[in-house]
C-alpha cells in the first residue's frame, strides 16, 4: 500500500502546487467577468465554461482551492494546538482539572458539529467583507474542533506521566515545566501529527458544507463550498457535466487525505 | 438473595442519577454560554424602531427597557431560566412565533428523517461490515470499503443537491451520511473482535459463520457498537441541516438555518439546547445499556 500513499501524496503535492501558482496559470482572476460570455460552455479560452457571472471557473477553480488548502490546514494547526494545550495540561496534571477538561469536551463533542458551528458562526455579523468571511469561517474551525484532539492528546499525555520515560526524568531531577517540555511534549509529536492530517478533510468538508448553505466563504471570493452552490442550477446530470469539476477536485482531495492519514489512525 | 439482586439495581439507579446530574450541568452550562452569548452579541436589543427621528432620547430608552435590552447579564439568565422552568422557550424575532410552537410543528419532521436515516444507516453499514468480516473472499469488503470511502469524502450538502437534481427522497441523504462512519467502526470492532483466540478455536471446532459471528463476535464488539450507536444520533441530527435546508423538509435543521441567516439568537440557542439534551439522553441510553455488558465480559 505504500505506493497508494505515495500517490495520494503526491496528487496532493501537485494540486497545492497548481493552486499556490494560480496568478500564474489561471487564465484570468477569479472577480473578472467576461461580461461578453455569461454561463458559456467550456471552450479553448475557458477550459471550464464562465458563470453566470462571465467568471472563468479554472480560474476561480484554482483560486478556490487555494483557500481550502491553506485555510483548512490553518485551521488543523489552531485546533490543534488548543488540544496539545487543553488536553496536554489535563492529562499532565490528573484530578480535578482532568475531570473539568473531560466534562467540557463531552459538552462539546455533544453538540452536533453543524448546529454548533451555525450557532457560533451566527453569532458574528454576516454581511463581512469576503477575506474576513474566510478569517471567520476558518477561525471557528479551528477554535471549535479542538476537543477530539484533546480526549486523545489527554489519553496520551496520561500513559506518558506514568511511563518509565517520566519517571527516569524525575530521578534526574527534571520536574514541573522542564518534564513537560523536554519530556511530553516531544512524545506527544506522533498523536498531534496524526490529529493534524485527520483534521484537514474534516474542516475541507465543513467548509463546503458551510459554504453551500451561505454561511461560509463570502462571494466574490470563491472557495470549494462557494462553487460547489452552482450544482443548485443543475436539472439533470447531463445537462453542464463541467459543474461537477470542484466536486470531483473535493472528493479526490479528501480521499487522498484519508489515504495519506493511516486507517488506524482514523478509525480507532 | 434480596441484597445478591438489589446491589446491580442500585448501582443502576446511582449510575442513572449521575448520568441525569450530569446532563443537567451540561444543559446549565451550555444554557448559560448561550446566554451569555446572545446577551453581548453585536446588535443585541436593537430595534429598526429606534431609527425614527421622531422619537426622543427618553422614547428610545423607554423601547429598550420595554425590550430588556439593558438587561444584565445575571439578570437575563435568569429570566431564561424562570422562563424555560415555566415551559416557555420564548419567541422567535424573525417568524414571530413562540419557539415551543415552531419546535411542535417541525419537530416530527426531522425526528422522521433522523430516524429513517439512522435505520438505513446501520443496516446498510452494520450489515456489509458483518459481510467485509465473515466473507472469505474480500470482494464485499473491498467494494463496501470503496463505497464508504467515496461517501465519506462528499459534503452532506452536495449528496442533498445531487438527491434534488435525480429528485429522489431527501431523508435518505441523512443515511448515506451515517452509513460510511457506521461500516468503517463497526467493521474494525468486529474484525478486531473476530481475531480473538476463542473466535478462532469456535472455528477450529468447526462452528459455521452465522453460529460463529451471533455467538462469538457481535457479543464481544456489542458495547462499543451500542457506544458508537449514540454517536451517531449526533451525526444523524448534524446531517438534518444540509438535507432538510436543500431538500425543502420543513423540520427543525431548516428551522436551525433559517434562525442563523436571520440572525435570531434566542430560537438558535434554544434549537442548539435541545439537539443537544436529545444526544446526551441517546449517549446516556447508549451508555447505560452497553454497562452491564461490559460488566458481564469482565
Redesign the interface.
Given at each position: 500500500m505504500k505506493w497508494v500513499r505515495r500517490g495520494a501524496m503526491a496528487f496532493l503535492v501537485a494540486v497545492f502546487a497548481a493552486s499556490m501558482l494560480a496568478n500564474f496559470i489561471a487564465p484570468a482572476s477569479y472577480a473578472y467577468q467576461f461580461r461578453e460570455l455569461p454561463d458559456a460552455a467550456p471552450s479553448s479560452q475557458h477550459w471550464l465554461g464562465t458563470d453566470d457571472l462571465g467568471r472563468d471557473r479554472l480560474s476561480r477553480l484554482l483560486y478556490g482551492t487555494r483557500v481550502s488548502l491553506l485555510l483548512a490546514p490553518a485551521a488543523a494547526l489552531v485546533s490543534c494546538a488548543l488540544a496539545a494545550a487543553i488536553g496536554g495540561a489535563a492529562g499532565f496534571a490528573g484530578g480535578w482539572l482532568e475531570s473539568a477538561v473531560m466534562?467540557a469536551t463531552?459538552?462539546v463533542?455533544?453538540?452536533?458539529?453543524?448546529?454548533?458551528l451555525?450557532?457560533?458562526?451566527?453569532?458574528?455579523?454576516?454581511n463581512v467583507a469576503p477575506i474576513a468571511s474566510v478569517a471567520i469561517t476558518f477561525a471557528l474551525l479551528g477554535c471549535l474542533g479542538w476537543a477530539a484532539a484533546a480526549r486523545v492528546v489527554c489519553a496520551d499525555a496520561r500513559t506518558l506521566k506514568n511511563s518509565e520515560i517520566a519517571l527516569l526524568a524525575r530521578a534526574t531531577g527534571s520536574g514541573g515545566l522542564r518534564l513537560l517540555w523536554r519530556h511530553m511534549v516531544p512524545n506527544l509529536k506522533p498523536v498531534l501529527y496524526a490529529q493534524f492530517w485527520i483534521s484537514i478533510?474534516v474542516f475541507i468538508?465543513t467548509e463546503?458544507?458551510l459554504s453551500?448553505?451561505?454561511?461560509g466563504v463570502a462571494e466574490p471570493l470563491p472557495s470549494w463550498?462557494g462553487l460547489?452552490r452552482e450544482?443548485?442550477d443543475?436539472?439533470?446530470?447531463s445537462a453542464q457535466p463541467w459543474l461537477f469539476a470542484p466536486?470531483i477536485l473535493?472528493?479526490l482531495t479528501?480521499?487522498c487525505f484519508?489515504v495519506v492519514v493511516r486507517e488506524?489512525e482514523?478509525?480507532? | 438473595m434480596g441484597s445478591v439482586v438489589g446491589k446491580p439495581r442500585r448501582r443502576l439507579v446511582r449510575k442513572l442519577s449521575g448520568h441525569v446530574a450530569r446532563i443537567l450541568v451540561v444543559l446549565l452550562a451550555g444554557g448559560f454560554l448561550g446566554a451569555t452569548l446572545v446577551r453581548l452579541a453585536p446588535g443585541y436589543g436593537t430595534n429598526p424602531e429606534e431609527l425614527d427621528s421622531r422619537l426622543s432620547a427618553a422614547s428610545i430608552q423607554a423601547l429598550r427597557q420595554a425590550r430588556g435590552a439593558n438587561e444584565g447579564l445575571a439578570s437575563f439568565y435568569a429570566h431564561y431560566l424562570e422562563r424555560l422552568v415555566r415551559g416557555g422557550l420564548g419567541e422567535s424575532q424573525t417568524l414571530n412565533e413562540p419557539v415551543r410552537q415552531l419546535l411542535a410543528e417541525r419537530f416530527p419532521e426531522t425526528l422522521q428523517s433522523v430516524g429513517l436515516g439512522l435505520a438505513l444507516g446501520w443496516m446498510a453499514g452494520l450489515a456489509l461490515a458483518m459481510a467485509a468480516v465473515m466473507s472469505r473472499t474480500g470482494i464485499a469488503g473491498v467494494a463496501a470499503g470503496l463505497l464508504a470511502s467515496i461517501l465519506l469524502c462528499v459534503p452532506a450538502a452536495v449528496l442533498a443537491l445531487l438527491f434534488v437534481i435525480v429528485q429522489a427522497p431527501g431523508r435518505l441523504v441523512i443515511g448515506l451520511i451515517v452509513f460510511p462512519n457506521i461500516f468503517h467502526y463497526a467493521r474494525n470492532l468486529l474484525a478486531r473482535a473476530a481475531a480473538m483466540p476463542h473466535v478462532l478455536t469456535a472455528r477450529a471446532k468447526g462452528l459455521g459463520n452465522a453460529r460463529v459471528l451471533l455467538r462469538h463476535i457481535l457479543p464481544v464488539a456489542a458495547p462499543q457498537l451500542l457506544a458508537l450507536a449514540g454517536v451517531s444520533v449526533s451525526m444523524a441530527f448534524a446531517a438534518a441541516i444540509p438535507v432538510e435546508v436543500l431538500c425543502d423538509l420543513p423540520g427543525i435543521g431548516q428551522l436551525a438555518w433559517k434562525a442563523a441567516m436571520g440572525r435570531d439568537l434566542p430560537l438558535l440557542v434554544n434549537l442548539t439546547m435541545i439537539v443537544t439534551l436529545i444526544t446526551l439522553v441517546a449517549n446516556t441510553v447508549a451508555d447505560l445499556v452497553a454497562q452491564p455488558r461490559q460488566a458481564g465480559e469482565a
Open positions: 466534562a463531552d459538552l463533542l455533544s453538540l452536533p458539529w453543524l448546529f454548533l451555525i450557532t457560533v458562526r451566527a453569532f458574528l455579523p454576516l478533510p468538508l463546503a458544507n453551500i448553505l451561505g454561511l463550498g460547489l450544482l443548485e443543475l436539472t439533470s446530470f466536486l473535493l472528493v479528501v480521499s484519508h488506524e482514523m478509525w480507532g | -
